[in-house]
């Protein structure tokens, strides 16, 4: 009897030990497998976040770009109005000088055809008195 016993005890304890083997086995095989997802959640989680971090960075150079962009239009909006106004300023001193010049001639040609003038008017005269002489 107590060797029957001994041996169902055996035979129980061997299919415990096997039992437990292959509780073992489906919870590692079980553990591997979450393991798995949890590293492909894990990776898919990376993923998103380094394209999430890529988008943020395009979307910063975006707008660093169109920063830049408007500065430099404001840049070139403030020269184009600094030439402007300077190419008034040169436009406006030459036609004062122009009219400096002009008004310098004026006065010399006015000048000079008085001086004809006169020396006409002389020669005339001069002309009617030997003409009076003459007669």
Known sequence: HEREHDREISELITKHEEEMEKVRAELKKEQEHLLDELRKQMAATHRAE???AQLQSQTLHSLELETLRLSLNNMH???LELTQSNLR?????ALVELREMLN?????EVAILQSR???ESEKIKEQCLKEKEDL
């Open 117 to 119: 003038h006169q020396l």
């Open 89 to 93: 300023k040169e436009k406006e001193t």
């Open 77 to 79: 909006t403030s020269q």
């Open 50 to 52: 380094i394209e999430q």
């Open 104 to 108: 310098d001639k004026r006065a010399q």
